[in-house]
């Protein structure tokens, strides 16, 4: 594996039993789509499980508790993601400039690609999701969290439309079905109320997140 440390101070990643454990000194403030602490939250460890592409369990939540149990970490307080993306294929992006800092670490493959407002069939679809660990140095308001997940969203898209992923119905690729996005915060330092694209934060955001997904699919996907 060949991948970035994470910029960031005292944030590092390293894998473990089938696990990539993103972890923090310090309380980072979280606002993700994630299966275990989705939403809201404070966390000091953010983690990317490993399944296999038949995975299926009733509640994949639990699922992930008692992941986060045999790690030694705290299953209440910890925010969690699955994905069969081979975490060696991992993608570690840091993007600075002028003390603004961002770090996209990135999982991801395009088995399943879809279209956004496309009708699209699970039944026999692979778990080629794209997980985005977002980390960012600085105080943000819940409208520049929020505005994070949506630039990180549009980088994602970038990323697929400039390798020319198409979905099932053959069209230009938005996402894969099971897409999630995790924003964390260091809650010192800078202060930002958006992070648009038209902004200093949005545009490394921006940089980071396209890099990452494209690494990370090429390396899944054998392009590389």
């Known amino acids: 594996m060949n991948a970035e440390k994470i910029s960031l101070k005292d944030i590092d990643w390293e894998i ?38 038949e995975f299926c369990h009733n509640s994949p939540e639990l699922f992930l508790k008692n992941v986060v149990r045999r790690l030694g970490l705290d299953a209440e307080a910890t925010v969690g993601l699955m ?8 993608a570690v992006k840091n993007e600075c400039s002028a003390g603004h800092q961002v770090c996209a670490v990135v999982t991801g493959g395009v088995s399943n690609a ?44 970038a990323a697929l439309l400039e390798l020319d992923v198409k ?22 330092g800078r202060a930002y109320k958006f992070s648009g694209t038209g902004t200093v934060l949005g545009g490394l955001i921006g940089r980071a997140v396209k890099e990452a997904v494209i690494e990370a699919v090429k390396k899944q996907e054998g392009l590389l």
């Open 16 to 53: 473990r039993d089938e696990t990539l454990v993103v972890a923090s000194e310090r309380v980072l403030t979280v606002l993700s789509t994630s299966v275990l602490g989705g939403g809201y939250s404070q966390t000091r460890c953010i983690i990317n499980h490993h399944v296999e592409k």
């Open 114 to 157: 879809a279209a956004a407002g496309e009708t699209v069939d699970t039944s026999g679809s692979s778990a080629g999701t794209i997980n985005i660990i977002l980390l960012i140095g600085g105080v943000l308001t819940p409208s520049a969290m929020a505005g994070a997940i949506i630039t990180a969203t549009e980088a994602k898209t």
């Open 83 to 90: 994905t069969a993306a081979d975490l060696d294929n991992l």
């Open 167 to 188: 979905s099932q119905g053959g069209n230009p690729s938005t996402g894969t079905t099971t897409d999630a996005v995790v924003v964390a915060a260091t809650a010192q």
